[in-house]
């Protein structure tokens, strides 16, 4: 695995660094004080597998931050690790563009899995948010999360493993919680990954959107 760390504190990257190595030694860490920094390591040419960013930087607002940072990583998953959050800010940052949360507070395990769904291209959202009741967040709700869009015409190639097996299962007719149970991952998982398949394939609801994993299908 390649591994982007973006963060101010060099102890906190330092820190990762060796938590990275320990889960797997032939992991390759890269680090990134600075957005400059982090700008030009995420376009350097080869790519990561997850980018691990305190979007808590001296630079900006962490919003601004995860935005800059989102816009630079193209399609490379973003792992959010910082030292303070709520609710609401982590399903901002999910919102955003991040495709994970979690608190520098976590155990080792639970951040080790949060690594592993993500660079997987699942959602990972801290234990408490799982269990929210279904339904989408304020300014959550499906076509309208705020992901970066890309600027050439919708193709599945444009979709994680993950997102193109939940496009799949919504062709099929399937509801969200037939997906989870399918998938073995929560109803709001499966909630914003279909928000994230709409942004991407510039669709409005789940019909258009299986309308054209039909016809992408049969192209094939």
């Avoid at 999910?94 to 976590?106: M, P």
């Avoid at 998938?183 to 279909?194: F, N």
Wanted: proline letters at 7%; hydrophobic letters at 40%.
């Amino acid at each position: 695995m390649r591994v982007l760390i973006v963060n101010n504190l060099w102890v906190a990257r330092l820190g990762l660094s060796h938590f990275l190595k320990s889960l797997d030694p032939a992991t390759e860490c890269e680090e990134a004080a600075t957005l400059e920094e982090a700008r030009k390591s995420l376009g350097g040419g080869k790519p990561f597998d997850v980018c691990l960013l305190d979007y808590q930087m001296e630079e900006g607002d962490p919003m601004t931050v995860l935005r800059e940072v989102r816009q630079a990583a193209d399609k490379t998953p973003i792992l959010v690790v910082t030292s303070s959050g709520s609710r609401r800010r982590a399903l901002e940052a999910i919102e955003q563009g991040a495709s994970g949360f979690v608190l520098n507070s976590s155990t080792r395990d639970e951040l080790a899995r949060a690594l592993q769904r993500v660079s997987e291209g699942d959602i990972w959202l801290p234990a408490g948010l799982r269990e929210l009741p279904p339904g989408p967040p304020p300014g959550m709700a499906e076509g309208r999360a705020g992901f970066p869009v890309p600027k050439a015409s919708p193709s599945l190639a444009v979709l994680t493993p993950r997102q193109r097996q939940v496009l799949e299962l919504i062709a099929t007719g399937k509801r969200n919680v037939d997906i989870a149970g399918t998938l073995g991952i929560s109803p709001r998982t499966v909630q914003i990954h279909v928000s994230t398949i709409l942004k991407l394939l510039k669709v409005s609801n789940r019909t258009e959107a299986a309308l054209l994993a039909h016809g992408r299908q049969s192209e094939a």
